[in-house]
């Protein structure tokens, strides 16, 4: 099975704080995704790697930055955490090998709390 | 562009009877279609997708999917639904093998009744 980890579930941070949220996936999937999620907006797309080093900008980047310096992992990194952040935040990796298929596996999410 | 609704934000059921949720596409090229479920303070699990091949699709826990192109629809059902079926679910579409881009319907929450 695929697994994508998400260390931290829980999270309290202070506004102005610099936060970073690790993702891994264990499938040697190229594509890595963060989303976050929020009651009445749906998921909504940060940023989107596709290959090591490589990052593009979804649709909410701001306040955001990420990094992808090894295949398995990919960072959310938020500068200077804002209340407006509180948010539970998803990650998602996705493969293209005859086993993937194009599908998105996400992990358990983490919950962002800014204080 | 591709666009997903999800025509109910909310269906409740009976335990033990059917369950349908419906999805409706657009997309300007051959899609990718999915269903996700996401139970109380949890990620996304795959219950199912369509990938262009057979378009009766069938999924974990008993559910399955129906692409029907001329209606741009993919509605998830189930014959008799489980207590442990309360959950949230997603329908989405993403562009083909290609797309970086998924986009989420807006989520249709499941209560079943015992």
């Known amino acids: 099975d695929v697994k994508v980890t998400q260390s931290s579930r829980y999270l309290v941070k202070r506004t102005g704080e610099k936060v970073f949220l690790e993702c891994v996936q264990d499938?040697?999937?190229?594509?890595m995704f963060w989303y976050r999620q929020d009651p009445g907006l749906g998921l909504r797309l940060i940023y989107f790697s596709y290959d090591v080093k490589m990052k593009e900008k979804g649709d909410i980047p701001e306040g955001y930055s990420v990094s992808r310096e090894k295949k398995e992992r990919f960072s959310l990194i938020l500068e200077s955490a804002s209340t407006n952040q509180t948010s539970m935040y998803l990650c998602a990796s996705r493969g293209f090998g005859a086993g993937s298929g194009n599908t998105i596996y996400f992990g358990e999410g983490s919950w962002l709390t800014v204080v | 562009a591709q666009s997903v609704t999800q025509l109910d934000s909310h269906v409740s059921v009976s335990e033990g009877t059917p369950v349908l949720l419906r999805c409706n596409y657009s997309?300007?090229?051959?899609?990718?279609l999915f269903w996700y479920v996401q139970h109380p303070n949890k990620g996304l699990q795959l219950l199912l997708k369509y990938t262009s091949a057979a378009t009766l699709v069938k999924g974990i826990n008993g559910f399955e999917a129906e692409f029907k192109k001329s209606e741009t629809s993919f509605h998830l059902t189930k014959p008799s639904a489980h207590m442990s079926d309360a959950a949230e679910y997603f329908c989405v579409v993403s562009r083909g093998a290609a797309g970086n881009k998924l986009t989420f319907g807006g989520g249709t929450r499941v209560l079943v009744k015992p």
């Open positions: 499938m040697d999937h190229e594509n």
């Open positions: 997309s300007s090229y051959s899609p990718s």
